[in-house]
């Protein structure tokens, strides 16, 4: 663990680092971001595959990528920016035209976590309270960072709640292998959605340019929801420049593709469906008393 800066208000930020089978990961209190991952190409070149600032003030004067970041209550669009549950209408915080996106302006992303070290990895964790963004329940939230022996990265999540609510959380890394990507995503349906990146509840066979059921190059900007098969792997990232693989494994139903032109990096957001709280067809993302949220990614890296 070591400093890493302040926040205006003093509030110190940490960095910790873990490094085990070949694999170095850094990740700040600061809005739980994965700061950077290395590892080796294929000729045992170690360097950086994930997008990050060096500083502090990167993150805080450029939020809207988030890059690295922890996404919650919320990961991606609730429609409307509200949503019914048990009869009543719980009205969010809108930060994406009309919708929310991301658990609202001030999110899990922007918040500063408590952290402890645990066995080859740590261990972030924070209350969000009642009321928070406009989401309903106390909620008690732990996200666990480790490395395997093989140096995959898992990210397990956790929650419980004292009131009725609504909970999904991701990871927003932009991975950059190096050079042009290929991608495979294990989904023949995907989501369509409105002129606001809302669902509009179809799940549509994948065609043409969103079929990457076999693995092709990137080809130009994404931003959609695929809906995964079920076993594992979800998706695979393959850089042929530098041999670099990144495999996907994750207990969600749902990988949101985000690739920017502006950017090098691709983000893999595992998850559960968009707007889910307003889809009762969509898997469900309600957390209520006595239950517990739990979902774990895993980030396998490699080379061929």
Do not use: C
């Amino acid at each position: 663990m070591e400093f890493f800066g302040k926040l205006d208000d003093g509030t110190v930020v940490h960095r910790w680092t873990v490094e085990r089978g070949g694999t170095r990961v850094r990740v700040l209190t600061y809005g739980g971001v994965v700061q950077s991952v290395r590892t080796p190409d294929r000729d045992g070149k170690v360097s950086h595959v994930a997008l990050g600032f060096q500083e502090l003030t990167g993150y805080l004067k450029n939020p809207d990528p988030y890059f690295g970041a922890l996404v919650g209550r919320y990961a991606n669009r609730i429609g409307g920016g509200s949503f019914a549950l048990d009869g009543r209408t719980y009205q969010l915080t809108r930060n994406a035209g009309p919708n929310s996106l991301h658990g609202g302006p001030r999110g899990f992303d922007k918040r500063v976590w408590d952290a402890e070290p645990v066995e080859h990895g740590v261990r972030l964790s924070r209350v969000s309270p009642d009321g928070e963004e406009g989401f309903p329940g106390r909620l008690e939230v732990s996200v666990t960072y480790t490395l395997d022996a093989a140096g995959a990265l898992r990210i397990a999540y956790q929650a419980v709640t004292d009131a009725p609510t609504v909970v999904a959380l991701t990871n927003h890394t932009y991975w950059d292998l190096g050079g042009p990507h290929e991608l495979r995503v294990a989904a023949a349906r995907w989501t369509p959605t409105d002129s606001t990146g809302v669902p509009t509840g179809e799940l549509a066979p994948v065609a043409g340019r969103l079929d990457f059921r076999t693995g092709r190059p990137l080809d130009g900007p994404l931003d959609h929801n695929f809906v995964l098969d079920p076993g594992s792997p979800a998706a695979e990232l393959y850089a042929p420049a530098t041999g670099r693989t990144l495999t996907v494994s994750t207990t969600e139903p749902g990988l949101q593709v985000y690739a920017d032109p502006g950017l090098t990096g691709v983000a893999l957001e595992t998850q559960h469906f968009p707007d889910s709280p307003n889809r009762p067809e969509f898997p469900s993302t309600v957390l209520r008393p006595g239950e517990v949220y739990a979902s774990e990614t895993t980030y396998a890296f490699g080379t061929r």
